[in-house]
């Protein structure tokens, strides 16, 4: 039916449904970044900096 769409698109959008709009704005802006830098960041803001540059770059957002 037509009306599960929202059902299907938090299965799909789950990383960018807990970011409001202007996070996901300074995501795109982290997203330009290397993953060098991304880490540097990372380090200078006393956050684990394991992992592939979406989640790097999530993490900075979530933690500014």
Do not use: T, W
């Not at 290397?34 to 979530?62: D, F, P, Y």
């Amino acid at each position: 039916s037509s009306d599960n769409g929202s059902s299907d698109n938090e299965l799909n959008m789950d990383d960018l449904n807990e970011l409001s709009d202007e996070d996901n704005n300074k995501l795109e802006e982290y997203m330009k970044l290397s993953v060098k830098e991304l880490k540097n960041k990372c380090i200078e803001m006393n956050l684990q900096h394991s992992g592939n540059k979406s989640s790097l770059a999530k993490r900075i957002v979530e933690n500014l």
